[in-house]
């Protein structure tokens, strides 16, 4: 599986390029900003973009998803839950002093039970709410991968004080469908350095069990 994770946009959202070797499909994470930069990777992978998924409908997680449909022609993927959010995108991208990308148009809403694919690249869709309503997280069971948007950070979880956000919810994500996954799942949050399942699981102030 070929995997890049790099940081786009003022609020360095981690976007994901995820890539089957033998296919040359491939995926696209939370392409938030920095399309160019996108494109690029993708086309030194030699790669073809065959499904645009957002994590949440956040502005850095969703900014860019129009321009690399545009390029590309994949769908777009968001949980319908999220659906009002993305209508807000104008006075998202005031509260961080950005210009509005315009209106986001989702192909299809994915939830739990869902699949998404990209060549023989799986992910399993995991509905997780409480930083916004229609969070999900991405799990790749052959790479024991999980991409977790802002439902978890090394070290932190998703702030719930946003339209949307409920602590109560977040916690239960967590400690649900999240704290469920195998101890060596490498966790790439939203934000900030890589972690795994068991690190936080014993580190994480929101989710050790004293
Ligand atoms: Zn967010």
């Not at 609020?11 to 494109?39: F, K, W, Y």
């Not at 104008?90 to 209106?103: F, H, K, V």
């Not at 409480?130 to 991968?145: M, P, Q, R």
């Not at 946003?162 to 977040?170: D, E, T, V, W």
Request: hydrophobic share 40%; glycine share 10%; net charge negative.
């Amino acid at each position: 599986m070929i995997h890049e994770i790099f940081p786009v946009g003022v609020l360095q959202c981690n976007c994901s390029v995820i890539g089957d070797e033998q296919t040359r499909e491939a995926m696209v994470i939370d392409p938030g900003d920095e399309i160019e930069h996108i494109l690029s990777i993708v086309q030194q992978h030699g790669l073809t973009v065959k499904q645009i998924v957002i994590t949440h409908a956040h502005i850095d997680h969703v900014g860019g998803a129009m321009k690399l449909k545009q390029a590309t022609g994949a769908p777009i993927l968001l949980n319908q839950n999220d659906y009002a959010l993305l209508k807000m995108l104008d006075t998202q991208a005031a509260w961080i002093g950005m210009r509005s990308p315009g209106e986001v148009a989702i192909d299809s809403s994915v939830g739990t039970g869902d699949k998404v694919v990209a060549g023989r690249v799986v992910a399993e869709v995991l509905h997780t709410p409480g930083h916004t309503e229609g969070s999900i997280c991405l799990y790749f069971e052959a790479g024991k991968k999980l991409i977790a948007g802002d439902t978890l950070f090394a070290g932190s979880i998703g702030r719930t004080d946003l339209p949307g956000g409920s602590y109560k919810k977040i916690i239960e994500s967590l400690h649900g469908p999240v704290m469920a996954l195998p101890d060596e799942t490498i966790v790439v949050p939203g934000h900030g350095p890589l972690t795994t399942i068991v690190e936080e699981r014993e580190s994480n102030p929101f989710l050790a069990t004293p």
